[in-house]
């Protein structure tokens, strides 16, 4: 055993101090040959034919020397790095070719691995909290929910069951649960909220239950959290704890910011703590910039009663942590009596059914974010998967070209003695070499880029009113990321580096040494695969191209379904009067005097204002006489509030009966103007005007005074049964939507409007201006956004199929050379010999264009997944559309005729006697 | 004359035996000696000797030292260390019950080994 042990030490040394082992050994070889000599000159020879005798019978010291380096050092790890050492120098006096397999690799290992993080992100990394496996989301569901009131947001959780799952709780029945729970170590409430803050415009507000923090288990950077302290009414003052972004936005990450005031709508709060960074609370989609104790919670929402209210039930979102060992079911049941506990202390006269409780996972708090992006994430990791196959085919072409033209080098080595399999050991270095470069390169590049990403994650996520969400998790290099993108690229290194590695190897060098020129001694082997090799690439762009044609032509028809209006020249400005402290009837003078003014304007056609932009959000379930609904959501409609002239401001024609009035007040009747969608639903063939419908059954009549025309403002739903009331009519919401018909541009329109809300009142801000189309954009960002990076990945890989066909056919025509030398010396037309060349890449063009559409037609008929994918994604569009067929065949045909063009001109325009001499 | 195919290993434990009979030699003596034993049906290549003479070396099984030879030339002396000494019983007997058993299986009638 020692014996064994001593050699292993004594061979890692000799790596070290080779050097010296070999100086030793061709001293000793000399000595050695000197005392051979000695000994022949001993028997008898002259001393010429001594030292010759001896030289013979030593054998050659070059074996002998090898054989010792061998036996002194580990020669396969010196191999592999001797191999490492030759492979650089061989790609470093290519550097066009480096520069080029390096540069095709980086983009689809890159463009895979940014995928794999932004898929960890959201999908695998838990919280940057304490234990997050502990945490519990708590929702509820019922298909009659009329302990709520009406004003419930819409349902923001799915799975489980097919009825709506709700996250909002009333603040009683939280407290309830609080209070009783034995099954959690605590329950914590949040709800959202936006607020004015002075020089920073509106800003995401956080309102958090004073045990939030501990519940979920964070602390701050900087000063402290909000602490139950804080939550205790009058005698506490106003908090702030900033988001890390927002403390380096406001205060530039400076310590001095604790004790610093900010304004929250118009009342002060102080600054007493700084949250970690990527820290984003338990909702990813949602960042907020300040978190304020739930005390401040009039301050925020406008409305000065809103805990104690039974039936407001979007007080709290509750997260929870439970206790260890203790089971969901158990947690649930108790939650879920507790609830029903604080429903009956004060049931609603309505019919209602008590509510379900569920758990939600918590811990990797991304349930929102995963919904938001389902509907992207699967078609990216095609379009990613497609990108890296296309940039490995791609490459794999290059090494054979490389290959080839690198036999006389080949042939020359096995000449001397080198082995095939130490060959082909070489080349499968070099290979492996090229894609660990591109790889890392790749790999940094997404990094540099992963800044971005949750920005353009938040892209693909539809925003019907206001800016995307800006994501606040972040993204940081990671073991698995790094380790998939590594196990990515090595493995795509061997399956499509083994085959050139192979072939190149297998040269027969004499063959080789005795042609002239390089060139391959079966010539048509290798334009073969490489004919293969284009063929797959441009299969592979075709079906890249032939998803960003169905994306383009959907994205065309979403853009021309007609509106039912005239979009052309409106323009909406949010206010949020009631966040300054503005009552309802003080906004609604404010709203009456502010139209009064902008319809003087000139310039301006018309003015008027809404609660929400055109009908886009905001629903409620009505209760028409004779009319029973089957489900909860057959009684729900779109509802906005308006002013008088808001369906002219908009151009959206009155078909009968008469527009709202300033004099639709709280003290007359109440009125609505329907759509003709609701008119078709509720009262079918019958004269709407004049009849009657209550929100709730038994509550207030409201009389149908007007009809107009239906608009579409959800692209894929069509119209929707919606109902128009008067401002003064509807209590709850704050927020005015002004909307503006200008036939001046949109900024001078802009800063208009702007001078005349200031002139009302200095403190309200404009928030954001918008057109319709940009609304109706944003409801179809994730339509535009997969459009876009399929066109840009289209794009790389029309390019990187236009340079295949560049260099297969600039590698045919090296080749080839002589023979059409030959050919035009003996009198062969330029015209025939250039349709000659673009034939040999012209056929495995059409090969690909043929692989790729039957295979994007097969794909797209037995792939389930597709089907359903493309069906519900695509808008009026085929999924055999033939604008796109068509499109994608004569845009790849047409590059490639054009990648073939230069290699073919210049073949055609050779000087045939120059050429032949040469040869 | 037929070039004897070695066996491995056996190349090392000729190159102590050597060594244990003859005391210190030189790579080229080794060599020598070796075919001299064998009645030259061995031909050693030099280069096989010296790599047997590192390995050795390294395994600490034998010691080489420089020093001079009988015509006054420089030369490098191999001698067997206590260990390689040890090493040398062991693998001799070793090689003594392979040889045996080869002997006793080879020299078989057919006959025998049918029954």
């Known amino acids: ?919 | 004359m037929n070039k004897v195919d070695l066996l491995s290993g056996t190349l090392d434990l000729m190159v102590l035996r050597t060594l244990a009979a003859l005391g210190p030699l030189h790579g080229w003596g080794v060599a020598r000696r070796i075919e001299q034993i064998s009645g030259h049906q061995l031909i050693l290549n030099q280069g096989t000797i010296h790599a047997s003479l590192v390995r050795l070396q390294q395994r600490r099984l034998i010691k080489g030292e420089w020093g001079t030879s009988e015509n006054n030339r420089k030369a490098k002396f191999y001698s067997l260390t206590p260990s390689g000494r040890k090493q040398l019983d062991a693998e001799a007997e070793n090689w003594q019950r392979i040889a045996s058993v080869m002997e006793k299986i080879l020299s078989v009638l057919p006959e025998e080994m049918g029954g």
Not at chain 1, 725 to 743: D, E, F, H
């Open chain 1, 1 to 919: 055993m020692m014996p064994r042990v001593f050699e292993a030490l004594a061979r890692i040394r000799g790596i070290l101090t080779k050097k010296r082992l070999v100086q030793d050994f061709d001293d000793e070889w000399a000595c050695m040959i000197e005392i051979a000599t000695d000994e022949n000159i001993r028997f008898g020879m002259d001393p010429h034919t001594a030292r010759r005798e001896a030289l013979l019978r030593m054998g050659s010291s070059e074996e002998a020397r090898e054989l010792h380096r061998d036996t002194c050092g580990l020669p396969l790890l010196e191999t592999i790095g001797h191999d490492i050492r030759y492979g650089m120098r061989q790609l470093r006096r290519s550097p066009k070719f480096m520069l080029a397999a390096v540069l095709i690799l980086a983009i689809g290992i890159g463009a895979n691995a940014a995928l794999f993080s932004e898929i960890n992100a959201v999908f695998w990394k838990t919280l940057p909290v304490q234990q997050p496996e502990q945490l519990r989301t708590i929702v509820w569901s019922s298909p009659k929910r009329a302990f709520t009131g009406h004003d419930l947001g819409p349902p923001s959780y799915t799975g489980f069951v097919d009825t709506p799952l709700i996250g909002s709780f009333s603040f009683s029945s939280y407290t309830t649960m609080r209070n009783r729970a034995t099954a959690f170590s605590g329950l914590a409430c949040w709800r959202r909220g936006e607020v004015n803050s002075g020089e920073w415009g509106s800003i995401e507000a956080q309102i958090v239950s004073g045990n939030y923090f501990a519940t979920v288990g964070v602390d701050a950077v900087l000063g402290r959290v909000i602490l139950p302290v804080d939550e205790e009414g009058a005698r506490s003052h106003p908090v702030a704890v900033l988001s890390y972004r927002f403390w380096q936005r406001a205060f530039g990450g400076s310590a001095g910011a604790l004790g610093q005031r900010i304004t929250i709508n118009g009342s002060p709060a102080t600054v007493v703590g700084v949250l970690p960074r990527g820290f984003f609370g338990v909702d990813p989609t949602y960042a907020p910039d300040v978190v304020l104790p739930l005390a401040m919670n009039a301050i925020v929402t406008g409305r000065p009663r809103a805990i104690e209210d039974t039936r407001d039930w979007t007080s709290c979102e509750i997260v929870g942590r439970l206790s260890p060992g203790v089971s969901d079911a158990k947690g649930q049941n108790e939650l879920e009596s507790l609830v029903h506990q604080a429903i009956l202390t004060d049931p609603p006269s309505e019919p209602y059914e008590l509510p379900h409780i569920w758990l939600k996972n918590a811990g990797q708090g991304l349930d929102s974010l995963r919904n938001a992006t389902r509907w992207s994430f699967p078609v990216l990791i095609l379009i990613v998967a497609l990108v890296l196959l296309i940039a490995c085919v791609n490459t794999a072409g290059l090494l054979f070209a490389r290959g080839m033209s690198r036999q006389r080098e080949f042939a020359t080595r096995l000449a001397l003695g080198v082995s095939h399999g130490r060959l082909l050991r070489q080349l499968l270095t070099e290979t492996l070499l090229i894609w660990l470069i591109g790889g890392i390169a790749g790999i940094v590049l997404a990094y540099a880029f992963s800044p971005f990403l949750p920005r353009l994650i938040s892209h693909f996520i539809d925003t019907p009113i206001t800016r995307p969400p800006l994501l606040q998790f972040e993204i940081r290099p990671d073991w698995i990321v790094l380790g998939l993108s590594m196990g990515l690229t090595i493995l795509t290194a061997l399956i499509f580096g083994l085959a050139p590695a192979l072939r190149a190897s297998r040269v027969k060098p004499i063959s080789v040494l005795n042609k002239r020129q390089a060139r391959p001694i079966d010539d048509d082997i290798c334009p073969f695969t490489g004919k293969v090799l284009v063929s797959a690439q441009i299969a592979l762009a075709m079906l890249l191209l032939i998803a960003a044609g169905l994306f383009i032509h959907t994205v065309v028809n979403i853009r021309s379904v007609p509106m039912g209006f005239d979009p052309h020249g409106v323009v909406f400005f949010r206010l949020e009067p009631a966040r300054n402290g503005y009552d309802v009837n003080r906004r609604y003078k404010l709203f009456h005097d502010l139209v009064d003014r902008l319809q003087h304007e000139p310039g301006l056609v018309a003015a008027s204002g809404s609660r929400t932009p055109l009908q886009v959000a905001g629903t409620a379930s009505v209760c028409v006489p004779g009319h029973a609904p089957a489900r909860l959501s057959d009684s729900l409609v779109n509802i906005n509030s308006v002013s008088p002239g808001v369906f002219d401001t908009w151009g959206l024609p009155l078909v009968s009966g008469r527009d709202v009035t300033w004099m639709d007040g709280t003290e007359n009747p109440n009125v609505a103007i329907v759509n003709e969608a609701f008119v078709n639903k509720y009262y079918p063939g019958k004269n709407a005007l004049g009849q009657n419908f209550a929100f709730k059954c038994g509550g207030q009549q409201v009389w149908i005074v007007g009809v107009v025309a239906d608009m579409r403002t959800v692209v894929r739903a069509g119209a929707r049964p919606a109902v128009y009331i008067p401002y003064l009519q509807s209590p709850g919401g704050g927020r005015i939507v002004l909307t503006v018909r200008t036939a001046i541009d949109r900024a001078s329109a802009a800063s208009l409007v702007r001078r005349i809300v200031s002139q009302l009142d200095a403190n309200l801000p404009v928030l954001d201006d918008m057109t319709p189309i940009e609304l109706r954009d944003r409801q179809t960002q994730r339509e535009h956004q997969v459009t876009v990076v399929l066109v840009l990945f289209g794009l790389v890989a029309l390019i990187l199929s236009c340079l295949g066909v560049y260099g297969l056919l600039a590698y045919i025509v090296t080749q080839r050379k002589p023979e059409i030398a030959v050919r035009i010396a003996l009198g062969a037309r330029r015209d025939e010999v250039l349709l000659m060349i673009m034939r040999e890449s012209l056929v495995p063009a059409a090969t690909g264009i043929a692989c790729g559409l039957i295979s994007a037609v097969v794909l797209i008929r037995s792939v389930h997944a597709i089907r359903s994918y493309l069906s519900e994604a695509l808008f009026r569009v085929s999924m055999n559309d033939p604008w796109t067929l068509v499109g994608a065949v004569s845009l790849l045909f047409l590059t490639a005729i054009v990648a073939a063009m230069v290699p073919a001109w210049s073949a055609c325009r050779m000087e045939p006697m120059a050429t032949l001499r040469h040869d």
